[in-house]
């Protein structure tokens, strides 16, 4: 007599393994609704101070749904920050793999970096409050998939540049600060910008912002002897290095 199963085999599928907390996963269109409404909420205000309300509000979705999708606000804000850094994170790879110089491979980062805060200007202050009023747990996720990744590459990007006979030597903390925190100001600060200086965050603002900071940057950096590289957005070709 052939043995009796105990209990018939469950027809559901294995649960899917669990994912870190900053980890880019596929949205449906609810969740996709709550992260656009969050950030055209903060770039529309120029701040990162918003609420659940507010974010229902523009996305014209409850509230509790938050919960279901995200956890919480942090939540929310943290898979917000990692759909808008997945892009930029995977680009620096691609620029240290290049065959280029050095010097060439910094000028694209200079732009990288003021191209997403063009297009995501709560970017930087967005990781701030998550790394300083964030809890612990979300503050390790936002410096395991974004600062370190970006800190790193900066790293080996200039120590190349020096090995290259490039670079002068600097310190990567205090380039990464100088760098991050010069090319977030323009946009993170845009109301102040365009009451001195009259201007508006246009294509032609961020051509010219990115013209200025690559010659700011690459003209205090540059080695002695480096190479002429043509630089802005006209066809005037600069020589950079110290002077005298």
Do not use: W
């Not at 850094?85 to 995977?90: M, R, S």
Request: glycine letters at 8%; one cysteine or more; charged letters at 25%.
């Amino acid at each position: 007599m052939p043995q009796r199963l105990s209990a018939r085999p469950s027809r559901r599928p294995p649960l899917p393994k669990p994912r870190a907390v900053g980890d880019v996963v596929p949205l449906n269109a609810t969740a996709a609704k709550l992260l656009v409404a969050a950030g055209d909420l903060m770039t529309e205000r120029n701040s990162t101070d918003i609420s659940l309300s507010d974010i229902a509000e523009k996305s014209g979705v409850n509230a509790a749904l938050v919960k279901y999708h995200f956890g919480n606000k942090d939540g929310l804000l943290l898979a917000l920050l990692a759909r808008d850094a997945k892009g930029e994170i995977e680009n620096l790879a691609f620029v240290m793999e290049q065959p280029i110089s050095p010097t060439e491979k910094m000028r694209r980062h200079i732009a990288g970096i003021i191209n997403a805060y063009y297009r995501f200007p709560y970017m930087n202050r967005l990781i701030h409050l998550l790394l300083h009023d964030g809890n612990e747990k979300t503050a390790k996720e936002v410096n395991r998939f974004f600062v370190n990744p970006l800190f790193e590459f900066q790293r080996r990007l200039l120590a190349e540049g020096i090995a290259a006979g490039e670079f002068r030597k600097f310190d990567p903390v205090l380039f990464y600060t100088s760098l991050v925190g010069a090319c977030d100001h323009l946009f993170s600060g845009r109301q102040m910008g365009s009451r001195f200086a009259g201007r508006d965050m246009t294509e032609d603002t961020r051509r010219q912002y990115i013209a200025h900071m690559t010659d700011l940057f690459l003209g205090g950096m540059l080695a002695r002897d480096a190479a002429v590289a043509p630089i802005g957005t006209g066809n005037k070709t600069r020589k950079y290095g110290r002077a005298g």
